[in-house]
């Protein structure tokens, strides 16, 4: 059973930065594709970003890209995404997904392991 907790979400004002951390524990983390995902207030849950197993690829959705930026730590089994730039539309429940391979996907279906989340609200 793999274990996913997300921390730093918090409150920022427009234009600043939060970075987000996702601890795995439980699993091999090293070969697991990684992705961020958010859930606007009222909306569903959209695609952010993902990375490849090794860490070299990765990929963003539209509005994030050029601010946001998805790492990971394998030694530390940990995932990151730093965002800067924040804008009020980034608010939302940030959670972190893993999958079983390691290469990028961006559905929701296509990620067997979530997290609980951590919320992120962005004032103007």
């Known amino acids: 059973q793999v274990r996913l907790v997300e921390v730093g979400g918090g409150l920022v ?43 070299r690829v990765t990929k963003y959705t539209g509005s994030v890209k050029d601010r946001f930026i998805i790492s990971r730590d394998n030694a530390a089994n940990t995932l990151y995404l730093q965002m800067n730039g924040l804008k009020v539309e980034d608010t939302g429940r940030y959670y972190c997904a893993a999958r079983d391979i390691g290469n990028l996907a961006i559905g929701l ?16």
């Open 13 to 55: 004002q427009a234009g600043g930065s939060l970075r987000l951390s996702c601890t795995a524990s439980g699993r091999t983390f090293n070969n697991r594709a990684m992705g961020w995902f958010r859930r606007p207030p009222g909306k569903e849950l959209d695609f952010v970003a993902v990375i490849s197993a090794d860490g």
């Open 109 to 124: 279906e296509q990620y067997d392991d979530w997290g609980q989340g951590t919320q992120v609200t962005v004032s103007s």
